[in-house]
């Protein structure tokens, strides 16, 4: 009589030949091993990589239960799974995950009632010393929304009691508002060096609208408002699974970008030519993306001479700089911006500075009189 294979000795990970696959029994049901990218475990020969992931399987399910007790390296492979379901976007996600990966190999066995804030400042010391204020902000606000999803009832399930980093201060941002306008006359310098009429058309109406490179991106027919007068980014007209626009998360609210007579022209135009998908496209007929944008944003300013001075970001930065020098409120630049009247407040402060330079030299410019 042959000998009744044993499957899941002591629970661990068993080999199925028909199906190139490894299992594991638990409760008496046959659970197929998958590795972080959601892949099958195969190989006959991979008995190491079944047994990883299924040591990370029983890790990430006794996370509730060890609190504080758990790996720092677990609360941000959990929050780094949630981002996955929640489909943030590519740049952000792996923004994220390196920020992590890089963190880790520094404090690889860190315990969560062990970490303190003065490991993340360790680890930009130690590992990423040429890193300013700016990438520092970014991913230390990365490891404390990690920590603050892991505490939630509601979004990590409150999986350790208290937050770590709670009350941990960021490195100010550095505000590149000012360093980044450039004048109509530079402006259209730049665009004499560009020929192709693609290229052409997304410079063009970043510049007439001041909006996020990033919507112009997403833009397509379906946007345009009824009039034609404007794109509008909402929940009814985005393809299920994409990100609205930047802050729907926060407000709810459509974001509407009005269009200025000269883009108007150009945006109807590529709505007609792709009545489907992303209307402004590059030279090869792919949608734009950040990288691809601002790559081409660079060579041209470097052409141009204005090598960190013009960016993607130039013609909103330019726009809304304009807007108040004009007199218009921050109300009003708010909203033909797609922002918050605080945030064009703080970000457009040299504004306010360029006004009382001008005060000042006109108060020098002023004789003394008698009284």
Known sequence: MGRTRERGVRGKPWYRGERDQWFVTIDGKKQPLVDGKGNPVRGKDNRLGAEKVWHEMAVMAAAP??????????????YLQDMERRKVTTKTFETYAGYFKS????????????????????????????WGNSTRNLS????????????????????????????????????RSAEVVVSDQEFSD????????????????AW??????????????????????????A??????????????????????????????????????????????????GLPWTDLRLANTVLHYAKRAGLKGRFTAYS??????TALL??????????????????????????????????RDLLNQSRKPTGT
């Open 65 to 78: 239960d060890n609190g504080s007790d758990n790996e720092v390296r677990t609360i941000l492979d959990l």
């Open 103 to 130: 963190f880790l190999a520094r404090y690889p066995k860190l315990l969560v009632c062990d970490l303190k804030p003065s490991h993340i400042h360790g680890w930009w010391q130690a590992s990423h010393p040429d």
């Open 140 to 175: 230390g606000a990365a490891f404390k929304a990690a920590f603050r999803w892991a505490t939630a009832a509601g979004k990590g399930g409150a999986i350790i009691p208290r937050n770590p980093l709670d009350g941990m201060p960021l490195p100010t941002m550095r505000k």
């Open 190 to 205: 730049l665009m004499k060096l560009v020929k192709s009429e693609e290229v052409r058309d997304v410079l063009f109406v």
């Open 208 to 233: 007439e609208t001041g909006t996020r490179p990033v919507n112009l991106s997403r833009a397509s027919k379906a946007n345009l408002t009824e009039d034609g007068n404007a794109l509008m980014f």
């Open 235 to 284: 929940d009814w007209n985005t393809e299920a699974g994409s990100a609205v626009h930047k802050t729907f998360k926060q407000t709810g609210r459509p974001l509407v970008v009005p269009l200025t007579d000269a883009a108007r022209v150009i945006v109807h135009r590529l709505a007609e030519k792709y009545p489907d998908g992303p209307i402004f496209r590059t030279p090869t």
């Open 315 to 320: 013609c909103r930065h330019t726009r809304a």
């Open 325 to 358: 020098e004009q007199g218009h409120s921050d109300t009003d630049v708010a909203a033909i911006l797609g922002n918050t009247p605080g945030v064009i407040h703080r970000n457009y402060s040299h504004v306010a500075a360029k006004v009382n330079r001008l």
